[in-house]
């Protein structure tokens, strides 16, 4: 994808994993081989270092071209049934152009009031090369995802994506871009990439497979047949590994199992230490759309050889409280700006939230949380529920405390002013409302 080698991306998450081990016996933000930690370690996050062609440290331009026609025919067929088709694009990356590119809309939640009014260099799209021609690719590269603005910046999701990888879990690179679409006005887009069967590759391994956990869905359990679930997950790599059926049998322990045989398997079906990981860095994130959100987000990889899933985060553009869209339909703002109440108010680190039923979950509770059958009932064991907090506050030793959270803001923070698409105030803004929440 953006040229991290698997190796790199696995060592850097097992030094981490070291790290959180040292601090839990230190209290301190050392690294494993005994030195202070900063953005310069093994820890150092992509925006910190070349990721080969798509350098993280470096901003870039993509411009779009296609047909008028079949864009808007592609809105028409959204709009009224919900389906996302692909068109042809020309697409200019770092000036080097590719043809008969695929190109259709990407996300659920972000799109629910797009119309043919909408500036196209603002909406999120999926970027396919070789959609079309096969083996087109950019420097390897295939897949690219143009997320949501939910800020001018965008810098909130793009230093929770780095520290989810600091701290040992699967995510995903980012990039600024220039965006621009059949000439028009040119807009600052985060471009991540797309998990698939070269992330998975780079994230996990070859054999296993991946499933995204739609909007739509959530974690219930409905039944053996697999086209039950076809609004609920999509498989989206490692076809020829396993079907759905493993997703199903996971499912139906996570509803039918009683407590005891709950508490007592999971570890067989789940990666608990990852899961704990997951749930800890939801909440050090401020992500009020996590896997108990409103949609769910998320992927599960499968292991074929442990059995066992993993949760990978996903969709982070509301991360540190941020609100979806300002009054104008257009980016929203961070929690504190003029005119804007605080969105929700934060916890205490390693708190984990009450839902206004008393049930515990993910997030930060509110207008935003959802639920989720999996995040309840694993914050339900007292082992679990204690590991979370332990992991919390191990995380925030080693990536807030530490200082490595803050040089990642000011790192994104200058990626984004290179671009000359926002000013130095209006980063300097946003990112001043995550330190705020970082050095708290």
């Given at each position: ?227 039950a679930y076809d609004d ?103 929690p504190g700006a003029d ?64 200082g490595v959270a803050s ?34």
């Amino acid at each position: 994808m953006f040229e991290h080698s698997t190796s790199a991306r696995r060592v850097r998450r097992s030094a981490v994993v070291a790290l959180a081990a040292l601090v839990a016996l230190t209290g301190c933000g050392a690294t494993a081989d005994g030195g202070s930690v900063s953005a310069d370690d093994d820890i150092a996050v992509s925006a910190l270092g070349a990721v080969g062609s798509l350098d993280s440290s470096t901003a870039h331009t993509i411009s779009v071209e296609f047909d008028e026609d079949d864009y808007d025919a592609m809105l028409e067929t959204y709009t009224s049934t919900g389906g996302k088709e692909w068109i042809e694009a020309t697409i200019t990356i770092d000036g080097e152009m590719y043809e008969q590119v695929g190109f259709r809309l990407k996300g659920n939640s972000s799109l629910r009031a797009v119309s043919a009014d909408d500036d196209p260099a603002t909406i999120p799209w999926l970027i396919k090369l070789d959609k079309y021609v096969d083996d087109q690719s950019h420097d390897g590269l295939t897949d690219l995802v143009v997320r949501s603005n939910s800020t001018d910046t965008s810098i909130n999701e793009a230093v929770a994506l780095e520290l989810l990888e600091a701290a040992g879990l699967a995510s995903q690179d980012a990039i600024a871009v220039a965006f621009s679409v059949n000439g028009g006005d040119t807009t600052l887009r985060l471009v991540i990439e797309h998990p698939d069967d070269t992330w998975m590759s780079e994230e996990f391994d070859d054999d296993g497979a991946l499933y995204k956990a739609e909007s739509t869905g959530d974690y219930s359990y409905r039944g053996d047949d697999a086209d039950a679930y076809d609004d609920v997950f999509d498989q989206e790599a490692g076809d020829d590994n396993a079907d759905l059926d493993p997703l199903i049998e996971f499912l139906q322990f996570l509803n039918e199992s009683d407590d005891e045989t709950f508490a007592a398997e999971l570890e067989e079906w789940l990666d608990v230490d990852a899961f704990a990981t997951y749930l800890a860095m939801q909440d050090l994130i401020g992500n009020v759309d996590d896997i108990d959100g409103p949609g769910n987000n998320s992927y599960l990889y499968y292991d074929t050889e442990t059995e066992r899933f993993t949760v990978v985060a996903w969709d982070h553009n509301l991360a540190f409280g941020v609100q979806n869209v300002g009054d104008d339909g257009g980016p929203g703002q961070m929690p504190g700006a003029d005119g804007m109440p605080d969105i929700v108010d934060m916890p205490e680190m390693g708190e984990r939230p009450q839902r206004p039923d008393g049930a515990s979950g993910g997030g930060f509770g509110g207008p935003m949380s959802g639920s989720n059958v999996l995040v309840e009932r694993f914050t339900a064991v007292a082992e679990w529920s204690r590991l979370v907090d332990d992991r919390t506050v191990e995380l925030e030793a080693a990536l807030y405390d530490s200082g490595v959270a803050s040089e990642i803001v000011d790192t994104w923070s200058a990626i984004v002013v290179s671009t000359g698409l926002v000013d130095q105030a209006t980063a300097d803004a946003d990112a001043a409302q995550i330190l705020a929440m970082v050095e708290s």
